[in-house]
Each structure stands twice: as structure tokens, then as C-alpha cells.
């Protein structure tokens, strides 16, 4: 084994990635904690350790998710610059509008904080449904900010775009399926004030990863050529064509490669350009979302990756559309982005304490054989002690057949319990010693590869896969996993991380790697009274909305950290996780309903004789206490 001095705080972030998927925002300090640099600058650094000790002592233990809102910012400005310079760079006449769809975290403080750090750049909304415009509504925006209507539109949706349309915000209705049509004319003959609309348009061209589906002419949204023209026809005939200003299109989230977004942006572009030759006063070209976000760090088509930065996408956008429409001589439309992955990804991590490691197969023990009267177990006590670099392949061979022996043994009632313990001890023995002499040998056969993978540890963490990592037993989506100390120290072990619910799926055996995916992370032994976290990166996106109560784990304790001006880094607000009582209460298990129970309960026990007064109403206010904790181990 290699000592530790070789390792470093530099090494270990080759080792996770940290500076592949970090986008610059995350590295490991000399003194081996996870450090986050808000301006993506080393010298400005937050201590991740340091802040999640400090929660704790505040009271709010791990599970913990962590937001830093200055990466919100840093988002925003790389998205907005990255248009500003394309547009530059292929003298483009249009605008760039970006607008933040809400579905992708509808968290008030991660809505705020975006808008806050985008209000330079105008940032505006996306909707998708009648109440995200109706919080959409309430928020303040810049005057020229747009807010973008998708989604599903009856008439008490449209009538609450109208509503914002009348406080004096830009709102532009998108029409994705004919029969909205109908409600828009009703909605307009309705409304005094009536909103702006567009249309989604359904394009050939497909996005490319997990969310393929999104796009292309299968697709559940956007009107084909002919339902096209027919819309046009008919906001015509109701005296609407000039409310017409936008297309739009998305062909999926994260989009893996680059060659899909541009032959989607061409061809939008081209209908956008026969539309305006319609005679029809187009402004805006929508160009969606899907612009991806590097999770394995691996600048691949992978599904968790994607061929292409943001400056790319955002040339191939401008190029593009600029191309189309010199070449129709029509006027460049302002362009509008819906990124909200690229946006919210990085801003936040979940950070997780292990709370025991589960050896799956035994360690290594003593092969020694005193008075063993099964033969199998003799067998295998001398295979154990006899293999060598050179027999190991023939002897864990036998091994496997000694144990299909002691197997049928057991089933025929000739061995004890501590018999069969000792016979699987050995077995394993045998399997770790084989697979440690095969490492030194020079054809190591595949067998022995496969083995090793077998091997690991299982480290228990403390949260739900299914609160805090959706996407992943839903999607098998990836997201970076990194220990938050001791990254100055070799990681000596590997595991596979399983959580707290009863479920199979609460585990994460699949992990970021550059080339091939890992099936155990990378990590250090746990010292007894030492806690050992773990964080779970770039979670910023989709994760929040999508979690769930599985075995009513519950939201879990947020708090925003952010940078000041002096280097400090600032606790800025924490927002407590739900007790048992609140996981509780959304299923319709209300405090009141779950007292009554157990008062009823401990009433007929007090009948029986079994408890008296005083120890009930003690164990109704324990009961009463435990509702309040927080859902997960304390
Ligand atoms: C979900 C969605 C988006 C956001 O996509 P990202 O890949 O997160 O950027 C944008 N537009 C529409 C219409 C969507 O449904």
C-alpha cells in the first residue's frame, strides 16, 4: 500500500473530479475540506467543513442541504456574457432575453436570489402551469423582464396571465396544442388587457441523453406546420395577429450534444424566418432550454455530460439563427433562453454524515482449524491458509466448489449455525486474499476483476435517496460524490452508499468518473467518535421539486452560505427541516388525528391496570416531543 504523504489536497481533486464538473466553484483546501469559491476564485474560499460544525452546534445536524446563492449569480453572468460576446463576435442586431423556468427549483430564496443577480441582465420567468404564474405574478421583475406562459391552458390560467399582463408586465402566452387557441380568443374577448402569445412549434430535430423524448415530431407539445398556419389564420380572423411575437421550441433537458442543438436552432430558425415573410410581426425566437451541465466532468455525449461548453452553445445559437435569416433577409429576432439546469445546477449540495459501514462479506480471519469435524470446513481452512500468488486461481476454483458442498450439507441438516458461519468466513477470506495476490499478477483475468467490484464496503448515510436525489433512482442520473474532510489522505477504501429508507432503491452504486462509471466511491475509514460526511453535489436542479416522503422522510434542514467582501464566510439564513409531525400530517395523519389515537390507546391500558395516570399523560408527552424532531437520525 502507497503511505499518505504522496497524497494531497491537489491529488485528491483529480481523484473526484472536483476540477473536471466543479466549474471552477469547487476544490479541496490544504487541510483537506471541500472549500466552495463563489467568484470561482481559490483565494476567496467557504469552508464546507466549518460550515456545516457551525450548523450543528446551532442545532441543525446533517442531513443538511446548503445553498450558495453567489453561484446563482455566477450563472447568470456566464449565461448572459456568453450570448453578449457571440453576439458580438457575429454582429448580431437582436437581443438576448433570458428567462429562469421556474419548474427547475421553485424554491422562493433560489427564485430571488436568481432574479436578484439577474436583474442587470433582465431576467425573466418561465411558467408552466397556473400556479407557478401565480407566484410568478407576485415577484418583482425588471420592466423590460418577460414572463414566458407554457404549459396547459385553461381558462383560469390564461385569465391570470391576463391579470399580470394588466399590472404592466410583458407577458407572452405559448401556444402548444391547437385547441389552446380556442381559449386564447375567449380569454382575449374576456380580458381588457390581453397578453402577448406565441407559439411552440414542433420541430424534426431531437435533443439527445435522458430526456430524448422532449423533442421531435412524436412529441407530446408544439404545433406541426399545418396546425401552424392554421393558428395564424385564425388569431387573424379574431383580430389578434399582432399580439403574435414570439416561436418557441425545447427539444429536452440536457442535451449531450452539440450537433442537436444546432440542426433544432436551424431549423426554428427557418420556419421563424417563413413566418415573418408571412407577414407576420415575429420579435422573439425562443430557443428553449436543454443546455446541459458536466456532472461526470468527462466532456463527453455521455448522458451525464455534454460535448460542448456554454460558449459554444451559445455561438451556435447566434451563428445559426443570424445565418437563416440573412439568407430569407428578414431582421434577427431577440433571441430568449430557457436554461434553468445550466442556471441552478452547482448552487447547492446536500452534505450527509456516514453512519456505520455494512462489510458485505466478512473481513479477512484466521484460517486456523482446531477439531473440525466437516470436511468441507477443513478444506477450506487449508485452501485459505495455502494460497499463493501463483495457485490463486486454482484454489479459489476449489473454494467455490467447497462451498457449493457445505451448502448441501446445510440443507441436509449436518451442520450447526456456527459451522456454516465459520465455512462463509473462510470462503470470503479466500476471496479477498485471491483477489489481492491476482492484483500483483501480470494477466489478470476478468473473473478477478469482477470480484474485486464485489468487494467494497457499504457506508450507511444518514438521508433518503428519494427526498434528495430523485433523478437518480429514477433516471439513474449521476451526481458527483465527494467526502467534505480528509481529502489531505489517501481514501484506503472503497463503498457503495446506501440510505436511510427501506428500500432497495435508497442506494447509490453508481458513481462520476471520466471514462467509465464507478460502482464504489472512493473513501477513508471511519474512526469511532469522528463523525465522516459526505456531500452531494450540483443538486440545484430538479432535485427540490421532484423529492418525495418515501418512509416520510422529510424535507431536510437548508441553510444559504455565502462570501462576504472580507473573506468570511456567512451563515445567512436557515430554514429548519420537516419534523415527523409535518411528513406526517401530509399524508392526513394530523397531530391532532395521531394524539387522539394514542390517548385512545392508553386509555384502555389505564382500564386494564396496566399504566396509571401519571405514566400515560408521560408517555403522551414523549410521543407529543418525538413529532417535533426532525425525520432523520439524530
Ligand atoms: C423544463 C423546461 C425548460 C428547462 O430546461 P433545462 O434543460 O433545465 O434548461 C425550458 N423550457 C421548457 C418548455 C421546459 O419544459
Known amino acids: 500500500m502507497k503511505r499518505t504523504e504522496h497524497f494531497n489536497a491537489a491529488a485528491a481533486e483529480e481523484l473526484y473530479g472536483l476540477n473536471r464538473w466543479g466549474n471552477g466553484y469547487l476544490g479541496a483546501g490544504a487541510d483537506g475540506h471541500l472549500q ?62 433570458p428567462v429562469f423556468p421556474i419548474k427547475v427549483n421553485q424554491n422562493r430564496p433560489v427564485v430571488e436570489a436568481l432574479l436578484q443577480s439577474g436583474w442587470s441582465h433582465s431576467l425573466g420567468l418561465e411558467v408552466g402551469s397556473c400556479p407557478e404564474m401565480l407566484a410568478a405574478t407576485s415577484l418583482a421583475l425588471p420592466p423590460d ?34 385547441f389552446e387557441l380556442d381559449a386564447y380568443l375567449d380569454m382575449a374577448r374576456r380580458q381588457e388587457v390581453v397578453p402577448l402569445a406565441g407559439i411552440r412549434i414542433r420541430l424534426q430535430a431531437r435533443g439527445s441523453g435522458l430526456w430524448e423524448k422532449s423533442g421531435g415530431v412524436a412529441s407530446k407539445f408544439g404545433l406541426g406546420t399545418a396546425q401552424l398556419l392554421d393558428a395564424i389564420e385564425r388569431l387573424r380572423q379574431g383580430g389578434l395577429e399582432k ?64 460535448n460542448y461548453t456554454v460558449q459554444e452553445y451559445a455561438n451556435d445559437v447566434v451563428y445559426a439563427v443570424k445565418e437563416v435569416c440573412d439568407q430569407e433577409g428578414v431582421p434577427a429576432p431577440r433571441l430568449i433562453s430557457e436554461s434553468g439546469r ?85 470462503f470470503w477470506t479466500i476471496v479477498r486474499r485471491a483477489v489481492r495476490f491476482s492484483r500483483a499478477a501480470k494477466f489478470r483475468g476478468e473473473e478477478f476483476v469482477e470480484l474485486e467490484k464485489k468487494l467494497h464496503e457499504k457506508y450507511v448515510c444518514n438521508f433518503s435517496v428519494f427526498q434528495s436525489l430523485p433523478d437518480h433512482f429514477s433516471l439513474d442520473q449521476l451526481f458527483p460524490v465527494v467526502p467534505i474532510q480528509r481529502l489531505n489522505e489517501r481514501p484506503m477504501l472503497r463503498a457503495s452508499l446506501a440510505d436511510i429508507t427501506c428500500d432497495s432503491e435508497g442506494e447509490v452504486e453508481k458513481f462520476v468518473h471520466p471514462r467509465e462509471e464507478k460502482e464504489a466511491l472512493e473513501v ?78 392508553l386509555a384502555r391500558q389505564i382500564k386494564a391496570g396496566q399504566l396509571d395516570r401519571e405514566q400515560a399523560e408521560e408517555l403522551l408527552a414523549a410521543y407529543r416531543s418525538r413529532l417535533e424532531t426532525y425525520t432523520y437520525l439524530s
Open 342 to 426: 445550466m442556471l441552478t445546477a452547482y448552487h447547492s449540495m446536500l452534505v450527509t454524515d456516514v453512519r456505520a459501514s455494512v462489510k458485505g462479506f466478512g473481513g479477512d480471519t484466521s484460517p486456523e482449524i482446531e477439531n473440525e469435524e466437516s470436511m468441507e470446513i477443513r478444506d477450506m481452512g487449508e485452501t485459505a491458509s495455502g494460497i499463493t500468488v501463483k495457485n490463486y486461481r486454482e484454489f479459489y476454483h476449489d473454494a467455490l466448489e467447497y462451498r457449493e458442498r457445505l451448502a448441501s450439507a446445510f440443507d441436509l441438516g449436518l451442520l450447526t449455525l456456527r459451522q456454516r458461519a465459520r465455512g462463509e468466513e473462510l
Open 524 to 601: 477513508h475509514d471511519l474512526r469511532p467518535g469522528e463523525p465522516y460526511r459526505i456531500a452531494f453535489l450540483l443538486l440545484g436542479a430538479y432535485q427540490d421539486a421532484l423529492g418525495d416522503l418515501h418512509n416520510l422522510f422529510g424535507r431536510v434542514h437548508e441553510a444559504d452560505v455565502v462570501l462576504d467582501a472580507n473573506g468570511e464566510a456567512r451563515i445567512r439564513e436557515v430554514r429548519p427541516g420537516e419534523s415527523a409531525g409535518d411528513t406526517l400530517a401530509a399524508f392526513g395523519f394530523t397531530r391532532a388525528v395521531l394524539v387522539e389515537g394514542l390517548q385512545s390507546a
Open 243 to 306: 399580439k403574435l411575437v414570439l416561436l418557441h421550441f425545447h427539444i429536452g433537458s440536457q442535451v449531450t450534444e452539440i450537433r442537436r442543438i444546432k440542426q433544432a436552432v436551424r431549423e426554428a430558425a427557418r420556419i421563424y424566418a417563413k413566418v415573418v415573410r408571412l407577414g407576420v410581426g415575429l420579435q422573439y425566437l425562443d430557443v428553449g432550454g436543454g443546455l446541459g451541465v458536466d456532472y461526470d466532468g468527462s466532456r463527453t455525449s455521455s448522458d451525464a455530460s455534454m
Open 36 to 97: 466552495v469559491y463563489p467568484d470561482a476564485l481559490p483565494e476567496r474560499a467557504i469552508d464546507v467543513q466549518a460550515v456545516v460544525e457551525e450548523l450543528a452546534r446551532r442545532g441543525f445536524g446533517t442531513p443538511v442541504l446548503l445553498r450558495f446563492p453567489q453561484l446563482l449569480a455566477g450563472q447568470v453572468a456566464s449565461l448572459s456574457t456568453a450570448f453578449d460576446r457571440a453576439m458580438e463576435e457575429f454582429d448580431y442586431p437582436g437581443g438576448f432575453h
Open 145 to 178: 423582464a418577460l414572463t414566458i406562459c407554457n404549459g396547459y391552458k385553461d381558462a383560469g390560467y390564461l385569465d391570470a396571465a391576463a391579470l399580470a399582463a394588466r399590472l404592466g408586465r410583458k407577458i407572452v402566452v405559448v401556444l402548444e396544442k391547437p
